[in-house]
């Protein structure tokens, strides 16, 4: 198994981050295998999307609507709604897998892997790669 752990600085914005090259950066050559991407904060999440089309404005709009950030929660802590932050990740999964072949993303097309970020009041991430070979 070989792992690392890559910053992410989301600044003080709701939205979603591209992880896709520093990932396929870091299984290249690497062989076959599984990537599993995993962000260690109870407020973010892992997607895989198409970005760049508006999929993930829409994303954010649907994340927003959902659980918006409003002070309704129970969890108060943080900025006005952040109880919403902490509710993400029962929505959008805080790890995803993604298969490697021959040292290359197994993605689709248009699938990119991203850090999904509603809490503005931590604008520094980390996200957890690892590569299992098979």
């Known amino acids: 198994m070989?792992?690392?752990?890559?910053?992410?600085?989301?600044?003080?914005r709701r939205g979603v981050t591209d992880l896709t090259s520093e990932a396929?950066?870091?299984v290249r050559a690497q062989g076959d295998g599984l990537l599993n991407v995993f962000v260690p904060h109870a407020t973010a999440?892992?997607?895989?999307?198409?970005?760049?089309a508006g999929s993930d404005d829409d994303l954010m709009s649907i994340v927003e609507d959902l659980v918006p950030h409003?002070?309704?929660?129970?969890?108060?802590?943080?900025?006005?709604?952040?109880?919403?932050?902490?509710v993400l990740p029962?929505?959008?999964?805080?790890?995803?897998v993604v298969p490697?072949?021959?040292g290359a993303l197994a993605l689709g097309t248009w699938q990119s892997i991203?850090?999904?970020?509603?809490?503005?009041?931590?604008p520094e991430r980390q996200v957890r790669l690892t590569f299992l070979p098979g």
């Open 114 to 122: 991203v850090l999904v970020d509603t809490n503005v009041d931590n």
């Open 70 to 86: 409003e002070d309704r929660y129970r969890h108060r802590h943080g900025s006005p709604g952040h109880g919403a932050d902490h």
């Open 2 to 12: 070989k792992t690392m752990t890559i910053k992410v600085s989301t600044g003080r």
């Open 100 to 102: 490697v072949v021959a």
């Open 90 to 96: 029962g929505l959008v999964a805080p790890s995803t």
């Open 24 to 26: 396929a950066a870091f």
């Open 45 to 52: 999440g892992v997607a895989i999307i198409e970005t760049g």
